[in-house]
């Protein structure tokens, strides 16, 4: 723990003005970043007594071991530079709403020749017109249904547009009238993209301008006595009107509007986000968030609203965003909005009417989903704190091991020699950091064994040693080892590294061997302040480094139940690497080398002959018998198998005969 005053600046090294400042710990991670009017004003508020600051705020400035800033021009570029260094750095100390799924979107791919409706999950791409997000996929699909009738919009993927257009012949919703079919050319691609604009126009909430054409389009034609035309009009309308009942209107002056609404307590805080376009709710997220900083509602909303349009611009911003509270640098928000809609962006409370009426609605929703969101974790937050205080206690660690790694060696009988990292944090998994290695034989530049077939003692030697020498290779390049603690580029240093963040705990796959590999890794580095155990799989028992006998947990206890999953999850890991790269190796064959033999032809002669072996065997003749293989194929199959093993007899391309070898020559 650190002492605030042993880095606190001198006041007059820090300007009035305004600025990002970022604190840092002692392995030189940025762990919060702040925006102020007044760098010196804000930073003093770092820098009082302790047990006048809140205590997350303490927790933070006793866990940093610097702080630094950058001087901007004006609060906008200020709120612009917050966001993009927490998005950069990840602090640990900053709220950050995090979704727990991806929410669908209806989007209409604006930038293909021929646009497709399709649903639509992760980061948004350029070109593509997105309406939601909706709260389910099926959702999308039954409003999409009921559309395709009125605006029949192509929705196939590519390979199925491209099998069309090659065999001449539509798709089953082409033959219905839910597709206009231009794969085989019934429309032009004008009159599809002409299609796919007025089915976005309609999304995005200009409905009553083409009911009120389709409706007086439906009286001409039955004035005129065409009643099937105005039949099918009719259908039509119905169908449009029955997509439009599935979002109710909720503000009558067609409002295109954000509504966020918050619920909180001293721990936690939902947030909750309506999208309304045209007057209705076109979609609906939300997100539960720690709160890991001193931060009041208005703090909190003004981050929520730098994470929900942070990477949207022009019509995803809308005109409105209505907030429970307003920003402490309203202005400045404001200004941000607005520059990335592009136009004006009305940031406000509503006082009345509607949309007040709509904004209790949504705060009813964030209260409920903060509701559900503790009922679901009280346990677990118990859970895992007595996890870890077990595990403390039963490997006699002197705190709690916060982060914990696992390794694990999979191999398939001495073959592929594959190796796992996992991370848990607070005990719970943090995937962004686990990592895989290739078992490569050798520690730095000593071989240490020969050939395939290593056992999994040496391999986790290996496998700790690297990863151990990587975090003291970017402990030295952070300038930690530097008596000055001088960092020639502090921006380059606060980026997370791949391995710079050292465990309080190594976990290994295995007993007492694997254990005394792993220690006898970290003694070479000079690493004697990193615990390590063991868990073997057959009894569940616990080693220690050096201890003939195990550690035994009991079976009910929470903390074996935690080691249990980090070893089953790295475990788990290591064998899907394993597999990957066996079947990578597998499916190389000697036919990937004959050109224009595809996936399908390849199957083919495998499946005919049973194996490359008997195929090496078979005449130009015989390989022409199998569907779809002409002659030249055929003979480039020979020759291809043939180059790809030297040693075997060689073949007459002329007539396919095998001509066998009297050991003399050469095939």
């Not at 050319?185 to 007025?198: F, K």
């Not at 034989?441 to 077939?453: A, I, M, P």
Request: net charge neutral; with cysteine.
């Amino acid at each position: 723990m650190a002492d605030p005053s042993s880095y606190r600046p001198k006041p007059g090294q820090i300007p009035d003005s305004p600025g990002v400042y970022k604190f840092r710990d002692e392995h030189r991670r940025v762990i919060y970043v702040g925006k102020a009017k007044s760098l010196r004003q804000r930073l003093a508020n770092y820098f009082q007594p302790l047990t006048s600051l809140h205590p997350r705020t303490a927790t933070m400035v006793t866990t940093a071991a610097s702080v630094e800033w950058t001087v901007v021009s004006t609060e906008v570029e200020a709120l612009q530079l917050e966001y993009s260094w927490i998005k950069e750095y990840d602090p640990r100390f900053n709220v950050k709403y995090r979704d727990d799924k991806s929410y669908p979107y209806l989007a209409v791919t604006m930038n293909e020749e021929f646009p497709r409706v399709q649903v639509l999950r992760g980061h948004k791409k350029k070109g593509v017109r997105y309406f939601g997000p909706y709260a389910h996929a099926w959702a999308i699909r039954e409003t999409v249904d009921l559309m395709l009738r009125v605006f029949p919009v192509r929705t196939c993927s590519a390979g199925v547009f491209r099998n069309a257009a090659s065999a001449g012949r539509p798709c089953l919703l082409g033959y219905i009238g839910k597709c206009s079919a231009p794969c085989v050319g019934r429309v032009t691609p004008d009159e599809h993209r002409e299609l796919a604009e007025e089915f976005s126009d309609f999304m995005a909430g200009r409905t009553g301008t083409y009911i009120r054409r389709l409706e007086k389009q439906m009286m001409l034609a039955a004035e005129d006595m065409e009643y099937e035309k105005a039949a099918r009009l009719r259908d039509d309308i119905e169908a449009l009107r029955r997509a439009m009942e599935k979002s109710a209107v909720v503000l009558a002056d067609a409002t295109d509007a954000d509504l966020i609404a918050l619920a909180e307590d001293e721990l936690e805080a939902a947030v909750q986000i309506f999208h309304v376009r045209g007057g209705r709710v076109r979609g609906q997220r939300g997100w539960v968030t720690d709160k890991v900083e001193a931060v009041d509602t208005a703090g909190l909303v003004e981050h929520a609203i730098q994470q929900l349009y942070g990477e949207e611009s022009g019509d995803t911003v809308p005109k409105e965003v209505l907030v429970p509270a307003l920003p402490e640098d309203t202005e400045a928000v404001t200004a941000w909005l607005s520059g990335r809609r592009g136009s004006n962006v009305s940031l406000r409370i509503p006082q009345r009417g509607d949309k007040k009426d709509l904004m209790e609605t949504v705060a009813r929703n964030a209260q409920q989903a903060l509701v559900l969101h503790k009922t679901k974790r009280a346990s677990d937050l118990t859970t895992r704190s007595r996890a870890l205080e077990e595990i403390a206690e039963a490997l006699d660690l002197d705190s709690a091991p916060l982060r914990i790694e696992c390794f694990d060696i999979s191999h398939l009988q001495g073959d592929d020699v594959v190796a796992s990292m996992v991370v848990f944090e607070d005990g719970l998994p943090r995937k962004s950091e686990y990592r895989r290695f290739q078992i490569k034989g050798r520690v730095g530049d000593t071989q240490v064994w020969h050939g395939e077939g290593q056992d999994d003692v040496r391999s986790m030697h290996e496998v700790i040693s690297r990863r151990f020498r990587r975090y003291l290779m970017e402990k030295e390049k952070t300038g930690e080892w530097d008596p000055e603690g001088v960092v020639e580029d502090p921006d380059e240093a606060g980026r997370p590294k791949r391995f710079a963040y050292p465990p309080q705990l190594v976990v290994v796959d295995g007993g007492q061997p694997q254990v005394a590999a792993a220690r006898r890794a970290l003694d070479e580095l000079g690493i004697s302040d990193i615990a390590v155990c063991g868990l073997a799989k057959r009894l569940e028992e616990v080693w220690l480094p050096g201890d003939d006998d195990p550690v035994v947990l009991p079976r009910s206890s929470e903390g074996l139940y935690l080691l249990q999953r980090v070893r089953d999850t790295a475990h788990d890991f290591a064998i899907r690497y394993q597999r990957s790269k066996r079947t990578k190796r597998i499916r190389t064959s000697p036919l990937d080398a004959v050109p224009g033999l595809g996936d399908t032809r390849k199957q083919a002669l495998i499946k005919h002959f049973g194996s490359v072996k008997r195929l090496r065997q078979a005449t130009i003749e015989q390989i022409c018998e199998v569907p779809g293989m002409g002659r030249k194929t055929a003979e480039a199959v020979v020759v291809a198998l043939a180059q790809a093993a030297p040693a075997a007899p060689a073949v007459n391309t002329a007539t396919g005969e095998i001509m066998e070898d009297d050991g003399g020559g050469t095939a």
